[in-house]
Nanobody, 117 residues
Framework: QVQLVESGGGLVQPGGSLRISCAAS????????VGWFRQAPGKEREGISC????????YYTDLVKGRFTISRDNAKNTVYLQMNMLKPEDTAVYYC??????????WGQGTQVVVVS
């Protein structure tokens, strides 16, 4: 069982930045792809970014490309999402997930990001 703990959400003004973190309670994330989904009120959960942990390959949805950066710290088993140039439409609960290469998914509890003037 893998536990994922997100942190770093909060309130920010449009144009501002936040970095959210996802710490995994697993010995080695090398067999996982780790990423972020988000869910805004009244909307479906959408995938926004992920990183293949052992090689560092990254993916971004067009909605965040050029503004968000996903990265990892191998020693800390932690994945970060640096969010710049935030917009009100980025307001959502951000969920971390880890997908094992076998296809099993693990989810965090979510962290709230609110972008408002």
């Amino acid at each position: 069982q893998v536990q994922l703990v997100e942190s770093g959400g909060g309130l920010v003004q449009p144009g501002g930045s936040l970095r959210i973190s996802c710490a995994a309670s697993v010995g080695n994330l090398g067999y996982y792809t780790v990423g972020w989904f988000r869910q805004a009120p009244g909307k479906e959960r959408e995938g926004i970014s992920c990183i293949v942990f052992n090689v560092g390959a990254t993916y971004y949805t067009d909605l965040v490309k050029g503004r968000f950066t996903i990265s990892r710290d191998n020693a800390k088993n932690t994945v970060y999402l640096q969010m710049n140039m935030l917009k009100p439409e980025d307001t959502a609960v951000y969920y971390c997930y880890a997908r094992h290469r076998s296809g099993i998914d693990y989810w965090g509890q979510g962290t709230q990001v609110v972008v408002v003037s």
